[in-house]
């Protein structure tokens, strides 16, 4: 599985950004989709998450901002970013996973993209 993430970038607080992730591969029996993010000196966390049936997951410091959506006949996930604040800067990385068994999951992993937000 491939993921191709684009749509980071430079944006005052307050702004809005939206990115998008594109699976390509062997997709089949992908569950869920989503997006976490990693800011510098800290560990990656989850933001976001959608699975095939619509089910989403949102880290509380993003609810009410961020929505998830995800296009499954075009294998794509988005993330709409709004109200944006300078916490929210971080790379954020695409993800993808299979759950083949009880117990097992399997990621999946874009390259990141840059969302930087000014005070």
């Known amino acids: 599985v491939q993921l191709q993430a684009s749509g980071g970038g430079l944006v005052q607080a307050g702004g809005s950004l939206r990115l998008s992730c594109v699976g390509s591969?062997?997709?089949?029996?992908?569950?869920?989709m989503g997006w976490y993010r990693q800011a510098p000196g800290k560990q990656r966390i989850l933001v976001a998450t959608?699975?095939?049936?619509?089910?989403?997951t949102y880290a509380d410091s993003v609810k009410g901002r961020f929505t998830i959506s995800r296009d499954n006949a075009k294998n794509t996930v988005y993330l709409q970013m709004n109200s944006l604040k300078p916490e929210d800067t971080a790379v954020y990385y695409c993800?993808?996973?299979?759950?083949?068994?009880?117990?097992?999951?399997?990621?999946?992993w874009g390259q990141g993209t840059q969302v930087t937000v000014s005070s």
């Open positions: 591969g062997n997709i089949f029996g992908i569950n869920a």
């Open positions: 993800n993808a996973n299979r759950q083949p068994s009880i117990g097992v999951r399997i990621d999946y």
């Open positions: 959608i699975t095939t049936g619509g089910g989403t």
